[in-house]
């Protein structure tokens, strides 16, 4: 059959040129820019005053943040343009939107009134510097993972991420406010906790901790019912109780930055056992 072919115009290979790019190329960068448009909405919720609309906001923000990755992989479209961009809206979803509903949350909302009474405007402005603050440690967090992508990892900060991510920075922060509306709290937020919350988060973001990444943990056989059992769990209080839920998690994650520290220091001294004291020097110079 090799030596039977058709007749006619041979089909000329398709070359690549330089001045079009095919369309699956646009579709991660539109998912990220539908994130930032959700970060852009949480904004103007806030500012109304409109407290979960605007924290459902951020969780559409949070997914496509999450997709847009992913998206780039399956169509083989990474490019160093969707990097930027996603690193960009990663501010605004992370750390602009959840600093002004904050600001706005701990200020007694637009009207800056907590029970009738006006906040104090020197309060107001301290709340304003915090969620500032909060904001640019996310933008240097960014900055520096930005920086990191072209330096080899240490080995033992495999499992580890250097400081909290933009996204768990986020969740962290929010946490009072989501834990407050899930129970319809009829309280007055304090000023100062909004303070400590924005400087303690933002800390934490900027920092150098090691703090839990689960790309590279597995599960052992044995422990894979248990572990099913508890996600099946936690499945049933996000649909039983949404926002409480994500609020219980959340002060979790901020238990396990301490935890983590102490597997961290097991990790490493584990590694450097194994590998002698010539490998911290050949790590030293690595992230």
């Known amino acids: 059959m090799s030596k039977f072919r058709l007749r006619g115009r ?16 646009i579709v991660p960068n539109l998912v990220t820019a539908m994130a930032a448009c959700a970060g852009i909405t949480s904004i103007s919720l806030s500012s109304e005053g409109r407290w979960l609309p605007a924290l459902w906001a951020l969780l559409v923000a949070a997914i496509c943040d999450g ?15 969707g990097a930027e961009l996603d690193s960009l809206a990663d501010f605004v979803n992370f750390g602009v939107a959840p600093a002004m509903f904050m600001y706005f949350w701990f200020t007694g909302g637009p009207r800056h009134m907590i029970d009738g009474e006006a906040v104090n405007p020197t309060l107001i402005r301290v709340v304003l510097a915090c969620a500032l603050y909060y ?6 967090r960014l900055a520096r993972f930005n920086t990191m992508l072209e330096q080899e990892t240490a080995p033992w900060w495999k499992h580890f991420f ?27 937020p304090s000023p100062y906790l909004g303070i400590f919350m924005l400087l303690f988060v933002g800390s934490l973001m900027a920092s150098r901790l090691p703090t839990i990444s689960l790309k590279h943990l597995h599960v052992r056989k044995s422990w ?3 572990v099913l059992a508890a996600l099946l769990l936690l499945v049933a209080f996000l649909v ?24 961290f ?13 010539a490998a911290l020097d050949a790590g030293s110079a690595k992230v």
């Open 224 to 226: 894979l019912p248990f």
């Open 265 to 277: 220091l097991k990790v490493r001294a584990r590694y450097l056992r194994d590998h002698g004291p």
């Open 162 to 188: 250097t400081g909290v991510p933009a996204p768990g920075g986020c969740w962290m922060v929010l946490t009072p406010a989501m834990i407050a509306l899930a129970l319809n709290l009829k309280w007055s």
């Open 10 to 25: 041979a089909r000329r290979a398709r070359e690549a040129r330089p001045d079009r790019i095919p369309i699956r190329a």
């Open 135 to 140: 904001a640019m440690c996310d933008c240097f």
């Open 67 to 81: 997709m847009d990755g992913r998206i780039a992989r399956l169509l083989n479209a990474s490019s160093k343009l």
């Open 240 to 263: 039983s109780n949404f926002w409480l839920t994500l609020g219980v998690l959340g002060l979790g994650y901020v238990v396990t930055v301490p935890l983590t520290g102490w597997v």
